[in-house]
C-alpha cells in the first residue's frame, strides 16, 4: 500500500516559476530511486529529474538543466521540483513516480509507483 501524491501544478507565465511536491504515503524502504516525468498531450512520457534518496545521484534531462532542480525532504518522505525559467515547451502533465528495485535508470517502465499527476501550464 504506496501511493504518491503529486501538488503544486499551476498556470503561468513564460520565465515564471512552481514549485511541485509529491509526497510518498505507505512503506518506503531506507532509500530508493524517485522522478519525475512529464508527458504533453500525443507526446511520450518523458523523463525530467530523478535522484536516489542516498543523495549520491541526481539526473536532469538536457532540456531542464540549469532551470529545474530535484530535493528531497526525506523526514516527510517528500519529492520537489523547482521549476524556474519555465518555457511554453514545459507544458504537461508531470508525474512523480518511485522505484523500490535496485540500478539506476530514468526509464518510466522501471518505476514501481505513480502519482496521478499535475497538470503544469506554460504560458508565452
Known amino acids: 500500500q504506496v501511493q504518491l501524491v503529486e501538488s503544486g501544478g499551476g498556470s503561468v507565465q513564460a520565465g515564471g516559476s512552481l514549485r511541485l511536491s509529491c509526497a510518498v504515503y505507505?512503506?518506503?524502504?531506507?532509500?530508493?530511486?524517485m522522478g519525475w516525468f512529464r508527458q504533453a498531450p500525443g507526446k511520450e512520457r518523458e523523463g525530467v529529474a530523478g535522484l536516489h534518496t542516498d543523495g549520491r545521484r541526481t539526473y536532469y534531462a538536457d532540456s531542464v538543466k540549469g532551470r529545474f532542480t530535484i530535493s528531497q525532504d526525506n523526514a516527510k518522505n517528500t519529492l520537489y521540483l523547482q521549476m524556474d525559467s519555465l518555457k511554453p515547451e514545459d507544458t504537461g502533465m508531470y508525474f512523480c513516480?518511485?522505484?523500490?528495485?535496485?540500478?539506476?535508470?530514468?526509464?518510466?517502465?522501471?518505476?514501481?509507483?505513480w502519482g496521478q499527476g499535475t497538470q503544469v501550464t506554460v504560458s508565452s
Open positions: 513516480a518511485a522505484k523500490y528495485t535496485l540500478g539506476w535508470t530514468m526509464r518510466s517502465s522501471e518505476y514501481n509507483y
Open positions: 505507505g512503506y518506503t524502504p531506507s532509500n530508493y530511486y
